[in-house]
């Protein structure tokens, strides 16, 4: 699982500085966990997106915003709790969900949002 920056955000989810209007510029759909190290509950939420990083492998790309060090990031996204997770279709529009998901929750969204199984 790939840590995003600013700079990697921009170039595989969202030039959110370029455009107003949401463009995914992702090769796959992908789902953003915004977490932090002291965060108990993203923790939990930790080794469920491991296992379907290898399940998903070429269907999905999961990514990490650690929201201590990539302040603007979080901010852009208005991010006010963590675990908070950013689900991205490869086409329309994201859909952001609280809060530490069961793994039976990630698959439903994988399905229903992403159009992947």
Sequence with gaps: MEHLSK????????DYEQQKEWNFAGELPCVIDFYADWC???KMVAPILEELAEKYSGKVNIYKINTEDQQELAA???IRSIPSILFCPKDGKPQMAMGALPKESFEKAFKDILNVE
């Design 40 to 42: 108990a509950p993203c």
């Design 7 to 14: 700079e990697t955000f921009k170039n595989k989810v969202f």
């Design 76 to 78: 852009a996204f208005g």
